[in-house]
């Protein structure tokens, strides 16, 4: 039996499918971003399918709940955030590099939201969430032993004081972002005199730092009484 004519004409049309699915899926990835960053993961994937203009059962095809879309979408800042505390122990002035950590991680949070409630409250991307922190610890620790040893950083700082020190700094600029969305920045000019070595005025810190284990605890407890954001109501047609 000869082979159909149609058949060379179908393997043809499989590859324009397989790059439609492709781009579908980075318009859900692209939606997903606009609205996780806006409206934190109160969103729901209806109303990134919607954003994204195509139907649920595309997104679910391709992110089959929540968490495997947040996986996907915020691999990229983890790392990110990642590469910037690595730098940062690469800088030859070990007060500037800590300062610029801070600083980064603390810019990072404060203009998304998503990221901000996936490190701060591991509701979703516990995984994920949960490996950055541990990449993270090590370098953390270097940067705060390093500017230590050169005089440049109170002896009774604490590696898990920093990412604290980030998530208080973020949640300032959540709470005045309307009016002001870089008042955090101030801020961390205040905390960051704070961090000098103890001189002449300086009190003792009145309580240590979380061990690494209560930070773990603190952010995992937070995971059962952060609220998501409400949902938006829906535009009222004219």
Known sequence: MQPSADVPGTTDTARPLRRDAERNRQRILQAAAEVFTTRGFGATLDDIARHAGVGIGTVYRRFPNKDALVEALFVER????VAAAERACDDPDPWAGL???LEHVTA???GDLGLRQLLM???YGRVRAAYARERLRPIVTRLVRRAQQQGLL???VRP???PFISFMLATAAEYAGEARPEIWRRYLGLITDGLRPARDGTSPLPVPA???HEMEATIQASAGTRRPAPPRAPARGR
């Open 108 to 110: 990072a949070m404060a």
């Open 210 to 212: 979380l061990s690494p």
């Open 160 to 162: 898990t004081d920093l």
């Open 78 to 81: 983890i790392e990110g955030i």
């Open 121 to 123: 409250f591991a509701t």
């Open 154 to 156: 109170r002896a009774d």
């Open 99 to 101: 300062v610029s950590f």
